[in-house]
């Protein structure tokens, strides 16, 4: 499996791709559920293992809210979209068309729209995955996790076991125009071991 840390340009430059068309679809997906323009910046994707993610992510003790779904289909495995805590906060404000309040806590109908959000988003990165690799990828209901970043990482690394400890982490900053703000979220993909030799086969491009 760790083939995955040794890819080649060229095979990267292929997972990059699909993260991008991924995020594409995202950013179409978040205008058409906040009424904004929004433009997204190119992807960086990070192979790494999954205990070194959350400081990419958020500092270790910083609060985020995850949206954790379970990959089904010809592919198995986990996503997880984190964005860290203000963040879901504000894009919990922009979901509901509500003005910006600041701090505070994600009230019940934020943590609705955030799920449902992520729900759509990690979705949106699936299908181009399921189109480059040509199998079918289905997401389970979603669920959501508030709590510090590596709490939530370690519970999901944890879940999965010390032979798939490897994840995919695309960072996809997206612009949004008409309020002049920059939201950062995280795109987690933790295959199982099955699919990631499918994956691995898929951009042995040479």
Same mark, same amino acid.
């Given at each position: 499996m760790y083939d995955l840390l040794s890819l080649k340009p060229m095979q990267l430059d292929a997972l990059r791709e699909v993260a991008n068309i991924g995020a594409g679809h995202a950013a179409t997906a978040l205008s058409q559920m906040t009424g904004?323009?929004? #433009?997204?910046?190119v992807p960086t994707i990070n192979i790494t293992p999954l205990e070194e993610v959350p400081p990419c992510v958020a500092h270790p003790d910083e609060p985020v809210a995850a949206v954790l779904m379970n #990959?089904?289909?010809?592919?198995?495995?986990?996503?997880?979209?984190?964005f860290p805590k203000p963040t879901a906060i504000r894009l919990g404000e922009l979901l509901l068309r509500r003005p910006h309040a600041g701090e505070g806590e994600l009230t019940e109908l934020e943590q609705s729209a955030i799920k449902e959000a992520g729900n759509i988003l990690s979705g949106a990165y699936m299908n181009a995955l399921s189109d480059f690799m040509g199998l079918m990828l289905l997401p389970s209901p979603p669920s959501l996790a508030i709590d510090m970043s590596r709490a939530v990482l370690t519970t999901a690394y944890l879940q999965f076991g010390s032979d798939r400890d490897l994840v995919f982490c695309v960072e996809t900053e997206f612009f949004m125009q008409d309020a002049n703000e920059r939201l950062r979220g995280f795109f987690l993909l933790l295959p199982d071991m099955p699919s990631l030799r499918a994956i691995l086969r898929a951009v042995r491009l040479d």
């Open positions: 904004q323009t929004i #433009m997204i910046a #990959m089904l289909g010809d592919l198995t495995g986990r996503t997880l979209l984190v």
